[in-house]
Each structure stands twice: as structure tokens, then as C-alpha cells.
């Protein structure tokens, strides 16, 4: 079963930055719309129940036909990220200027969904110590992390 946040949201009436929450688990849905949602997932899947919820998230992801999340391979080292020849001096340059661009940021760019406006982003980039820049960005419940590298004035 495969169901967008957006769709949930539409079905429940509630703001899909909620429903992301909710997946996210940085919140849990309320008792009523817990109830709400339990609803609209029987439809879907017959059978479905509120004491489904006290399942594990394996039981869960069995109970909807979910699959596993393949195994987290982490490289260790900035070239195992990328197969590209100018790794090193990338590497290289990012550890002489990398603190140039740590600190807070914030970017301006269009707003996806309201033509003609702009929506800003917030973010954060520090030095990690194994060579590459963490980095965070993000605006209400949506956030991108990971790592970044200073390539020419980039």
C-alpha cells in the first residue's frame, strides 16, 4: 500500500506538515485522529483496528505489506561517497576553506506550491572531523542532512 502524506492529510483534514510529524514520529496523532486514521486505513486494508497501533513497527510493516529497509552501508572515507576523479581536490579544499562557510544560513527560493512567492530554508553547516561538512537545512517539518564539499567558489 503505498500512500503519499499529502493524500492522508486530504482524507483526514488535517495539514500534511502534520502528517510528516507524524511519520517523522516526531509527534503522535491524537486519539481522534488516530481513530480518523485507523478508519481510512480499513478501507484500504480490511481488518484493520485500533489495536493494531500496539504493534511492533515489524508487525506493522508485515501487517500493511510493507518492506524492510534495505541494510545502512555508511563509506568512512569522502572517496567511497563518490566514484569522480576530482574527489581529492575537493577533499583537499574543504579542509582549507571549509570554515569559511560554517556557521547559520538561510536560502530564499520559490515556493513549490504558491506560484510567485518565495519560501525561505534555514540552515546549519559545521566541520565534521572526517573531512567532509555536515550539513542541515530544512523549513517547518521538512529538514535534508548529510554531508558537503566545497568545489571552485561553490
Same mark, same amino acid.
Given at each position: 500500500?503505498?500512500?503519499?502524506?499529502?493524500?492522508?492529510?486530504?482524507?483526514? $483534514? #488535517?495539514?500534511?506538515? &502534520?502528517?510528516?510529524?507524524? =511519520? @517523522?514520529?516526531?509527534?503522535?496523532?491524537? *486519539?481522534?485522529?488516530?481513530?480518523?486514521?485507523?478508519?481510512?486505513?480499513?478501507?484500504?486494508?480490511?481488518?484493520?483496528?485500533?489495536?493494531?497501533?500496539?504493534?511492533?513497527?515489524?508487525?506493522?510493516?508485515?501487517?500493511?505489506?510493507?518492506?524492510?529497509?534495505?541494510?545502512?552501508?555508511?563509506?568512512? $572515507? #569522502?572517496?567511497?561517497? &563518490?566514484?569522480?576523479?576530482? =574527489? @581529492?581536490?575537493?577533499?583537499?579544499?574543504? *579542509?582549507?576553506?571549509?570554515?569559511?562557510?560554517?556557521?547559520?544560513?538561510?536560502?530564499?527560493?520559490?515556493?513549490?506550491?504558491?506560484?510567485?512567492?518565495?519560501?525561505?530554508?534555514?540552515?546549519?553547516?559545521?566541520?565534521?572531523?572526517?573531512?567532509?561538512?555536515?550539513?542541515?537545512?530544512?523549513?517547518?517539518?521538512?529538514?535534508?542532512?548529510?554531508?558537503?564539499?566545497?568545489?571552485?567558489?561553490?
Amino acid at each position: 500500500m503505498t500512500l503519499s502524506n499529502g493524500r492522508v492529510a486530504a482524507e483526514l $483534514a #488535517v495539514d500534511k506538515s &502534520l502528517v510528516e510529524r507524524w =511519520v @517523522a514520529g516526531t509527534v503522535h496523532p491524537s *486519539a481522534h485522529n488516530l481513530g480518523r486514521l485507523t478508519e481510512f486505513l480499513a478501507r484500504r486494508v480490511p481488518g484493520v483496528t485500533l489495536l493494531d497501533w500496539d504493534r511492533s513497527v515489524e508487525a506493522l510493516r508485515d501487517r500493511f505489506g510493507g518492506s524492510g529497509l534495505p541494510p545502512q552501508v555508511t563509506p568512512t $572515507a #569522502v572517496a567511497d561517497w &563518490l566514484a569522480h576523479p576530482k =574527489v @581529492a581536490e575537493v577533499a583537499a579544499a574543504t *579542509a582549507i576553506d571549509g570554515m569559511k562557510v560554517t556557521g547559520f544560513w538561510r536560502t530564499t527560493r520559490a515556493a513549490p506550491d504558491m506560484p510567485g512567492r518565495f519560501c525561505h530554508d534555514y540552515g546549519m553547516i559545521a566541520p565534521r572531523s572526517d573531512g567532509p561538512l555536515y550539513c542541515e537545512i530544512g523549513v517547518f517539518s521538512s529538514r535534508l542532512s548529510g554531508w558537503g564539499m566545497i568545489a571552485g567558489d561553490q
